[in-house]
């Protein structure tokens, strides 16, 4: 049976400071590795809430490259579509964090496994007959091959009336945002949502205000664009309506692929044709469970996880239009 949900790109390791403020030139204690990618962080959700799903990508011939096909297999994915390819380490990423709660990233990606990626891996059967195709920008900046590979699939979806959801995931250590802007325009044309974070929106749209950011994204293509703002929430701009979900309380343990979850469980609802109000309820309530969790890819485990999370715990009281200043 062909997935139902697939994704391609980055699929890598992530290696990650034991303590904050302790810059990478800095020697110290690092903990991992941890599985990672923003494609397989998303696609190992979906497979979490019981849906079909698979990914393409290329990892090396290493235990790191191991250890993930063995959670993604483990977690129900469709791991027929990655390649083993001797000679390339698999992809890896270190991490630091700040109290601020940013992060700075050191990647091995381009000249890595994962970089390898090409138009030849993408089957055109495979994307063909799957019902959604989630597109994450960092694949589209982690090589030419990547980007093109990306291109094909989303050309043959677009081609097979299959879905396009898209998440810039904007990576400035790969690109510089103006070459990233432009090659997220042809994605953001053709997705049918658009998954920002509250910086990315104001990147591609060159407006500040996330309301008028994600109006003006609706304008170039997406039906739907949602904004994800952290701690602050999420808004949903489609042509018709404005919805704001305020976050679920919660104590931060690490925010890492907490975005991805939350693009995992919004499609969720989106293919179950649940009300807007629900879906972005469902999705906040996932990405609070993964900021929970210590790993990229330690976010909820079930659908039954995050309607007990709902039940239990509470939400932030938040008023929009302070939160958009």
């Excluded at 001797?86 to 700075?104: C, I, L, N, Q």
Aim: charge should be negative.
């Amino acid at each position: 049976m062909r997935p139902e949900i697939i994704t391609l790109g980055e699929i890598l390791v992530e290696i990650m400071r034991k303590d904050r403020d302790v810059p990478h030139d800095v020697p110290g204690v690092y903990l991992g590795p941890y599985p990672s990618g923003a494609p397989a962080i998303f696609i190992d959700t979906v497979a979490n809430f019981g849906v079909s799903s698979g990914i393409i990508g290329v990892v090396g011939e290493d235990d790191f490259g191991e250890l993930l096909l063995n959670r993604l297999r483990k977690d129900g994915v469709d791991v027929s579509r990655i390649r083993v390819m001797r000679g390339y380490t698999t992809g890896t990423t270190f991490v630091m964090y700040y109290s601020s709660g940013e992060r700075k990233f050191i990647f091995h990606l381009r000249h890595s496994a994962a970089g390898q990626l090409s138009p030849e891996d993408v089957e055109e059967e495979y994307v063909a007959k799957s019902r959604l195709l989630h597109i994450m920008g960092s694949s589209l900046a982690v090589s030419e091959s990547s980007k093109n590979a990306c291109y094909k699939a989303t050309e043959i979806a677009r081609n097979s009336n299959v879905m396009i959801t898209f998440d810039p995931n904007l990576r400035p250590e790969l690109l510089d945002v103006e070459t990233i802007r432009e090659i997220c325009m042809p994605m953001i044309k053709l997705c049918k949502v658009m998954l920002p974070s509250r910086g990315e929106a104001t990147a591609l749209s060159g407006v500040k205000d996330p309301i008028e950011a994600g109006k003006k994204l609706v304008n170039m293509g997406p039906e739907v664009v949602v904004v994800k703002m952290g701690d602050k929430g999420a808004v949903a701009i489609t042509e018709e309506e404005v919805f704001f979900e305020p976050p679920f309380e919660v104590n931060e343990v690490d925010p890492t692929g907490a975005g991805d979850v939350y693009d995992a469980a919004f499609i969720y609802g989106l293919l179950k044709n649940w009300p807007l109000s629900k879906t972005m309820e469902f999705a906040s309530a996932s990405g609070a469970i993964k900021v929970t969790k210590f790993g990229p890819m330690n976010g909820p485990s079930s659908i039954k996880e995050v309607e007990e999370f709902i039940k239990k715990n509470r939400k932030k009281t938040l008023d929009l239009n302070k939160v958009r200043v």
